[in-house]
């Protein structure tokens, strides 16, 4: 089975620009949870995929949406960027859907510097 | 608001001694807690999950107890080694959690030396 893939794996951006993270989830998952790792933190819940319907969110501002796809794949958009949105970005998939108690599979990570 | 601490400050341990990491909950109840092992750079590795019935789990050299009236996991590596080294997190869900919202602590460094 294939893993949790993300891209891309680093990007830098300028504070008010727009940007789109990708994830990959693994072979046989039907939810995706993305999370914000700042350096020496660690990861902090945005929201969650199921079923390309969001199932819940953390304490982050509207300008961060996502996109589930039908083939379980998910997008990661974040407006106007800000200085703190710079740090490492985590895909997590699992085949639990709501509430289950489940294993997520992390990806790589993708790195946002924002200047 | 919930919360997970853990230890900030970084492990040292010599090669063949146990470490033992610690990781604390406070305003709620888990469902379980899980363990992650991070290289930097790269996103966790899941390790073990404990369930809140469960005193205590195993898996080769790695040992995770759960303590309800503590509010306390602890985490050990038995006969450790370099390749240990790494930063490992606790993680939990709310029991009243609903959806797979991993609470995080901020994890612990460990570096075990030769």
């Known amino acids: 089975e294939t893993g949790v893939t993300q891209s891309p794996t680093h990007l830098i951006k300028t504070r008010g620009q727009q940007v789109t993270l990708r994830c990959s989830s693994q072979?046989?998952?039907?939810?995706v949870s993305w999370y914000q790792q700042a350096l020496g933190q660690g990861p902090q819940f945005i929201f969650q995929y199921y079923r390309e319907e969001e199932n819940g969110r953390g304490n982050f501002p509207p300008r961060f949406s996502g996109l589930q796809f039908p083939n379980y794949s998910s997008e990661l958009n974040v407006n106007a960027l800000e200085l703190d949105d710079s740090a490492l970005y985590l895909c997590?998939?699992?085949?639990?859907?709501?509430?289950?108690?489940?294993?997520?599979?992390f990806g790589p990570g993708t790195r946002l510097l924002v200047l | 608001s919930q919360k997970i601490e853990q230890n900030s400050e970084a492990l040292n341990i010599q090669e063949g001694k146990t470490a033992t990491l610690t990781c604390n909950y406070t305003n709620y109840s888990p469902a379980y807690l899980q363990w992650y092992r991070q290289d930097p750079g790269r996103g966790p590795v899941f390790l073990l999950l404990?369930?809140?019935?469960?005193k205590e789990k195993r898996k080769e050299r790695l040992k995770v107890t759960f303590d309800t009236t503590l509010k306390q996991s602890l985490f050990h590596i038995t006969a450790s080694q370099p390749a240990d080294s790494a930063t490992y997190l606790c993680?939990?869900?709310?029991?009243?959690?609903?959806?797979?919202?991993?609470?995080f602590g901020a994890g612990t460094r460990l570096a075990v030396h030769p």
């Open positions: 072979s046989g998952h039907n939810t």
């Open positions: 993680a939990s869900i709310p029991v009243s959690g609903g959806y797979n919202k991993l609470i």
């Open positions: 997590a998939s699992s085949s639990a859907g709501t509430g289950a108690l489940e294993t997520q599979y």
């Open positions: 404990i369930r809140e019935n469960e």
